[in-house]
C-alpha cells in the first residue's frame, strides 16, 4: 500500500497535482455560481435604472 502512496518515488508530485486538480475543479462551480449571482444583481440594477429613466419620460 505504501508502494502505491510513493508511487515509485514520485508520489509527492503525483499526489500534489492530483491535489491541485481536485481543488481547481471543486472550485470552477463555486465560482460560477458566484459569477452568475452578480450578473443576474447587474441585470436587476440595470432593468430598474431603465424603469426610473422611462418613468420620468
Known amino acids: 500500500m505504501s508502494e502505491f502512496f510513493h ?3 514520485y ?4 499526489w500534489s497535482a492530483m491535489a491541485t486538480a481536485l481543488v481547481l475543479m471543486l472550485l470552477e ?4 455560481v458566484v ?4 450578473v ?4 436587476k440594477r440595470i432593468k430598474r435604472l431603465e424603469e426610473r429613466q ?3 419620460n
Do not use: Q, T
Open 29 to 32: 462551480p463555486m465560482m460560477l
Open 40 to 43: 443576474l444583481k447587474d441585470i
Open 7 to 9: 508511487m515509485g518515488g
Open 54 to 56: 422611462n418613468r420620468k
Open 11 to 14: 508520489g509527492a508530485y503525483i
Open 35 to 38: 459569477k452568475r449571482r452578480a
